[in-house]
């Protein structure tokens, strides 16, 4: 399975050498990337089926706990279904959408390192791998939302995408870390068996919130939903793909997921229905006032991906039923319908529904897929989506009696409004007179139409066959997201029942109020007086808030100043020391146990503080630096009493250089003039002798501290032994601890690449002027 | 500055000095020394050259800049990380030579990397101070 999350990964990256090459007729191998997976997938269907599952784990940072784990049951297979099929038809349609586009490579590199992300986030069988797809996902989605990155609200909407998307990613994080660390894995597998420690923790509620931020926030639920539809700024192909069919179903994936981990309580169960049940209805209504085609399958998608939530938050096994099979119903009828907008956008230009009609006539194909997966959005008997929706009524009807009505209730209207937005998508454009501006519009290339056609036939034949579609695909998903045997059998008639009374009152009404229902700009405008009080709204204040209190911040703390930068941190660090010293308590010295005082010692500090009367005083900067290096000076005679001569050498050599460094720079300075006040100078020195006062206090507490002397012992025996040397200090810089010192003077080398391009580069804009 | 006495001293002090970093970070596996201290000894050396004869005479000793140095050093430490993997051993074991060498004394991968850090040492700072002196 590994190689299935390598691919993509590794194509994506060959593609940034042979960009050039990909953009010819070479572009016709990058289908066959998901084809072949989307086969590997196929092979393991019967296996799965059985209910026998696969699992491969490749050792990564196992100190961490981080390991390429993999694991491939139901649930897992599905997705992986979903995402490499739906992936080969977006990948043989966005080849020719995109065709001749000068990021053509680009586009496709970043798509080919979504799938990669989605399948690992779906294979995952450690919850840390699945968070770092999971991020992965966020991130290629960030790139393929902002494509057109010369269009501002592109990359505006690309960025509102990341940030909720990714800040939901922190969250989730959280909550996997606490979930793990409290179950004492992080293997989901062996997370199974946790399932009683992790729901009687007292903490278990901090974790499936964190874990509802993250799935709410990727899967758009209320009040999250709103970077969807800005989402759609990207070329349709993505939209198709990671906002409908996959990505937008990865926080699906990780509820289904945890359900038998972290699922079965009552807070689990409310809370999802609840967010769903609301973000279902509150959508539905949305895509009814919409007049973009891609906003009314935005708002379509979000409902639906609140039907998903809501029927994992009743979490019988009806319910479990009802949404494994919903999953890939909407996949396929939503994917086509998304394909559909991209076709009739390309040839006519616009995608607003009160402009578009009879396009029938000219794009014959295409209206044969849109009808198809309209119909089977609305649940027509013998499409596919005609079992999803049964199945749905099937799960509220016999959900707890006391609420059976209101929940079933819901579940129709969203289901109306669904059906009518289905049709809106599917059936509007196509319907009434060709208008003469779109009569010379012709069918495009097969390879475009091609696509959303077999998903569509696809939407309609699995709704033939549904015995053999739910057991190879469906009955091993339910089980594998309601944890026990849910015994699954679909069939196209369950006899004349409340089931089939609701679902084609549904249907009817939903075309009455297709019928009905004229969206118009002017409608959408009074929606958006309600714009204020929306969450998107909301979010946007306390963005552009964190934005003022950031400036504000800067402002006050970064003036510029490097005195005052440091001031700010000496005084920081005094505050931090000092709090830290009276925590401690009081200090004894004991002072017969110092070693005597030696009168070259004397002499030394009578020479300090001569240099440090100097340095204050001086009226030239460059006595105050030679002053300075004195200072230094001392420094080392003092370390070479004490016998450390490997610090007396550098310290001395350093300060030789440091001089030098400041000479070279003082000379170019100009003058120097005094503009520190009394006042100013008071302070400095306050701040200065508190810090020097603090430093002492903490070296003579150092002294009375029990002394630990395990790790220079350990040094002093084991330098000759392991590595055969006898300075120690030289020793631990170059054998013990050689990983610091390599990257100590990789250190080194960025400060030296930084003052030479900073000062050529000065000298380079200089001379052009 | 141009002084006859300094620029006379410099002449016969730079090849001193430099003897001088390369003794000490040759003994630096036993006694005080090492690369780094090594590197500012050498890197003084050539300051005090500079200073005595001007930046620009010291870089036509030098023939390369010094920032040429820095990729040379930091390869050699890499390199003497790396290479006990071609023995099959973990990366940064100390290999060493089972018979000392004559006047050099013991060499071992330790050597090589501390030869690293004292060409980035004098590369930084030599890169360093020549850039600011020569900035006009």
Known sequence: ?769 | MKSAILQTATRYLLPILLLFSFFLLLRGHYFPGGGFVGGLVASIAFVLHSLANGTASTMKILGYKPISLIPIGLAISTVSIMLPMLFNLPPMTGLWFEEPIPVIGMIGSALFFDLGVYLVVIGVVLTILFTIALDE
């Open chain 1, 1 to 769: 399975m590994l190689f299935t999350v390598l691919a993509g990964l590794i194509t994506s990256s060959l593609l940034i050498p042979f960009g050039k090459l990909i953009k010819t007729k070479w572009s016709i191998l990058l289908p066959f990337i998901p084809v072949v997976l989307f086969l590997f997938y196929v092979m393991h269907v019967p296996s799965i089926a059985e209910g026998t599952n696969f699992v491969q784990r490749v050792n990564w940072v196992p100190s961490l706990g981080v390991n390429l784990d993999f694991r491939l049951d139901g649930l897992s297979l599905l997705f992986a279904l979903l995402i490499t099929g739906v992936g080969t038809a977006i990948f043989f349609y966005g080849r020719t959408y995109l065709k001749g586009h000068i990021y053509f490579d680009r586009f496709f590199g970043y798509l080919l390192l979504f799938m990669s992300a989605m399948l690992g986030v779906v294979l995952a069988d450690n919850i840390l791998t699945l968070f770092i797809f999971w991020e992965l996902t966020s991130i290629s989605s960030f790139f393929l939302i902002g494509f057109n990155n010369d269009d501002k609200s592109s990359r505006d909407s690309a960025l509102t995408a990341l940030s909720i998307t990714g800040l939901g990613g922190f969250f989730l994080l959280a909550g996997l870390i606490l979930a793990g660390n409290i179950a004492g894995t992080f293997v989901i597998s062996e997370l199974f068996m946790k399932h009683e420690v992790l729901t009687i923790h007292p903490l278990y509620p901090l974790i499936i919130g964190l874990l509802f931020i993250g799935a709410f926030t990727k899967s758009a639920q209320f009040p999250f939903h709103f970077w969807l539809p800005g989402a759609m700024k990207a070329p349709t192909p993505v939209s198709a793909y990671l906002h409908s069919a996959t990505m937008v179903k990865a926080g699906i994936y990780l509820l289904a997921r945890f359900t038998p981990i972290l699922g079965g309580t009552d807070l689990w169960s409310i809370s999802l229905m609840v967010v769903g049940g609301f973000t279902m209805i509150f959508a539905a209504v949305h895509a009814l006032f919409r007049i973009d085609l891609k906003g009314i399958l935005a708002y379509s998608t979000i409902s639906a991906l609140g039907v998903l939530t809501f029927l994992l938050g009743l979490g019988t096994p009806a319910a479990i039923i009802a949404a494994s099979v919903f999953i890939l119903v909407h996949a396929l009828y939503k994917a086509t319908l998304f394909m559909v907008t991209g076709i009739i956008d390309h040839e006519t230009h616009t995608r607003d529904i009160s402009v578009l009609s009879g396009l029938r006539k000219v794009l014959p194909p295409v209206f044969v897929a849109a009808l198809l997966a309209a119909l089977s959005s609305a649940g027509l008997p013998l499409t596919f989506g005609f079992i999803g929706k049964d199945l749905i009524y099937e799960a509220t009807l016999h959900f707890n009696e006391n609420w059976t009505i209101w929940l079933t209730l819901l579940a129709v209207l969203t289901n109306v409004g669904l059906v009518a937005a289905g049709f809106m998508a599917g059936i509007k454009p196509f319907a009434g007179k060709l208008p003469s501006a779109f009569s010379n519009i012709h069918l495009p290339y097969p390879s475009l139409w091609i696509p959303p056609l077999v998903l569509a036939i696809f939407g309609l034949a699995f709704g033939l066959v549904p015995g053999i579609i739910g057991n190879y695909f469906n009955h091993q998903t339910a089980n594998a997201i309601a944890g026990i045997e849910t015994d699954m059998h679909l069939k196209i008639w369950h006899g004349f029942n409340l089931v089939l009374i609701l679902s084609m009152a549904t249907l009817l009404a939903g075309t009455l109020l297709y019928v009905v229902n004229k969206p118009s700009s002017s409608k959408l405008q009074m929606l958006a007086r309600f714009d204020g009080l929306s969450p998107q709204a909301i979010f946007r204040r306390l963005a552009r808030g964190l934005k003022d209190f950031a400036l504000f911040f800067t402002r006050r703390f970064h003036n510029g100043y490097l005195r005052a930068y440091h001031l700010k941190i000496i005084l920081f660090a005094e505050l931090l020391l000092a709090y830290k010293l009276w925590l401690s308590g009081p200090i004894s010295i004991d002072f017969d146990s110092l070693t005597p005082l030696s009168w070259y010692e004397v002499v030394i500090v009578a020479i300090l503080i001569g240099a440090l009367y100097i340095i204050v005083s001086a009226k030239s900067r460059l006595a105050s630096v030679v002053s300075t290096s004195v200072i230094g000076y001392c420094m080392c005679l003092m370390f070479v009493f004490y016998s450390a001569p490997d610090l007396a050498m550098t310290q001395f050599t350093i300060d030789t250089l440091t001089t030098v460094l400041f000479v070279l720079v003082l000379y170019k300075l100009p003058g120097f003039i005094n503009f520190t006040s009394k006042t100013v100078l008071m302070r400095d020195a306050l701040v200065a002798l508190g810090f020097g006062a603090i430093l002492s206090l903490i070296a003579l507490r150092v002294l009375f501290e029990p002394n630990t002397t395990e790790i220079s012992n350990f040094y002093g025996e084991n330098a000759y032994l392991l590595a055969k040397g006898k300075n120690v200090v030289n020793v631990i810089l170059v054998d013990f601890r050689v990983a610091d010192t390599l990257f100590e003077t990789v250190v080194l080398s960025i400060a030296a690449l930084g003052v030479y391009s900073l000062i050529r580069l000065r000298l380079k804009s200089s001379e052009k002027e």
